[in-house]
């Protein structure tokens, strides 16, 4: 996830078609390109209205054959993975009406918070509603965090698609498609790339609301770093932070992941920044991922920030975009259920985004340890005898939002006490990085993990101790040896020792490099 800081291949033919209209009073309805099979893809038209006396809302029009349809549910997701709480985007549709190919309506009934039945699917033919965008409506229910939520103004749109796209229940795996009609000057920013005939395709909605659009007065910057594409894109309300500036930082961080993974998991990556008036932090996706930040001056300490949220981010494409339990490969919109390994998603990726970091030279050891000092502190004064897989476990549960950043921290905490241990398991050849790198190549897209099995993988891929490790500190809630562990590479009280013996020195010099 994103907490306050997941290879596509070619598609052809069929598609997934988002339309952005510029904006105006009247919507019309253009016709369905001779692309598009509605036998096997639904076709989305989506107007953007940035009204100053109404709510801020997407217009959609929703195309389908209603006969092929499966159910005559027409569903909004009630959360979305990564992040991990329940958002119930369907509290946001202002108005909702079904036609047939005459367009003549159809009775349409709201069933639940996230879900209308169409009185006769079989006469259906598409579907016209209106979504408000989240950011500045607070509604009954609690916010969606904006960095998964939706914004239109005049000067920028955010597209968290799940956040305006509803689908047909039951017809996920379909072919989709968007176009966007937005004001003129305005530049797109998205993984997806738009075919000839401006569409934006993806094989299924899963990789449809996977790709998160922000559009508006951007700046941006293209880079290739190890034959890695990457695509930086910037709102700044005062200019501040055009793309150029922080160019350099995103850079550094891509390169220290590299470095750490050794490759990419991934072919291009788009880095997407919103810099305006909230600093809500970040949230990934398999090929992009979203920032939401303040417009402040580029500090060396927000320079500092921004590298930490991005390597975060970044860090997510192995896990849990790659490496994931079948929980989250096998996503459901409606209602989730909760894996038990919150701990590997955002811990471990909390701990490696610091540790990639330290070890490519762009984090001081002093710095890291400041890092360490902060996750201690906020891991005593969260929940820190609620064992991490018990907390993961009720994560869209009420419960579980008080437990999440006890998960978060603590989490990475547990994954640097593991590292070391490992280490002195192995002689300071296996760490916790190379684990991860055992786990990148069992679990290839598309190839989930039992979520009741991963502790039994982790041990069987590195040492029997490890079983006990996870008995007390990753299924059980016995508090983390943190002082005791870090003297083993000559850290004590969070400060480096100034002497340390020969074998402490041994264990600092495997700790601090890739392996």
Not at 35 to 50: A, N, P
Not at 316 to 345: C, N, Q
Request: hydrophobic share 40%.
């Amino acid at each position: 996830m994103f907490l306050i800081k997941h290879i596509r291949s070619s598609l052809v033919a069929f598609s997934f078609v988002l339309v952005l209209y510029s904006c105006s009073d009247d919507f019309e309805i253009e016709p369905i390109p001779g692309s598009i099979d509605l036998t096997s893809s639904i076709y989305y038209q989506v107007s953007i209205e940035d009204s100053r006396d109404a709510i801020d809302q997407f217009e959609v029009k929703v195309y389908f054959e209603g006969s092929e349809l499966s159910s005559d549910i027409f569903q909004f997701p009630a959360a979305v993975p990564g992040t991990y709480r329940m958002a119930n985007y369907g509290r946001y549709v202002t108005s909702i009406e079904v036609f047939d190919k005459k367009s003549k309506k159809i009775g349409v009934e709201q069933i639940s918070a996230n879900q209308w039945r169409i009185a006769d699917k079989e006469r259906a033919y598409y579907i016209q509603y209106r979504i408000a965008e989240t950011w500045e409506n607070d509604l009954e229910g609690g916010r969606i965090y904006p960095m998964g939520g939706t914004s239109i103004n005049s000067e920028y749109a955010l597209l968290n698609l799940f956040g305006v796209l509803g689908y047909p229940l039951g017809m996920e795996d379909w072919n989709y498609s968007v176009k966007l009609d937005y004001p003129s000057g305005w530049k797109v920013a998205s993984d997806l790339a738009p075919n000839d005939s401006g569409l934006y395709m993806a094989p299924n909605y899963h990789e449809m609301v996977d790709s998160p659009m922000l559009l508006g007065n951007l700046s941006s910057v293209s880079m290739t770093v190890d034959n890695l594409k990457v695509g930086l894109y910037c709102y700044s309300n005062s200019g501040l932070n055009e793309a150029s500036k922080i160019q350099s930082d995103i850079l550094a961080v891509v390169e220290d992941a590299l470095e750490f993974l050794e490759e990419s998991p991934v072919l291009s990556y788009d880095f997407l920044f919103v810099f305006d008036f909230l600093h809500a932090g970040a949230l990934e996706h398999s090929n992009s991922s979203v920032y939401v930040m303040m417009d402040n001056e580029l500090t060396d300490g927000y320079r500092k920030s921004i590298r930490g949220i991005a390597a975060h981010e970044f860090f997510h494409t192995v896990t849990p975009l790659r490496v994931r339990s079948e929980m989250i490969d096998e996503f459901d919109y409606s209602g989730p259920t909760a894996s038990k390994h919150l701990w590997l998603y955002e811990g471990v990726t909390e701990w490696a985004s610091d540790m990639l970091l330290y070890r490519g030279g762009t984090l001081t050891i002093d710095e890291l340890l400041d890092e360490i000092r902060l996750k201690y502190t906020n891991y005593k004064y969260g929940n820190p005898d609620v064992s991490l897989t018990e907390a993961s476990a009720v994560s869209f549960t009420k419960e579980g939002l008080s437990y999440f950043a006890s998960v978060y921290y603590k989490g990475s905490l547990a994954a640097l006490l593991m590292d070391i241990q490992l280490l002195e398991w192995s002689d300071g050849t296996f760490g916790l990085r190379e684990l991860i790198q055992e786990l990148n190549a069992r679990y290839a897209p598309g190839t989930p993990f039992s979520d009741d099995g991963l502790i039994e993988v982790l041990v069987d891929l590195s040492y029997p101790e490890l079983q006990g490790f996870m008995d007390s500190y990753i299924t059980g809630n016995q508090d983390l040896p943190v002082f005791e562990v870090l003297q083993k590479v000559g850290i004590e009280s969070l400060n480096v020792v100034s002497n340390p013996d020969s074998a402490q020195t041994a264990m600092f010099n495997a700790w601090s490099q890739n392996l």
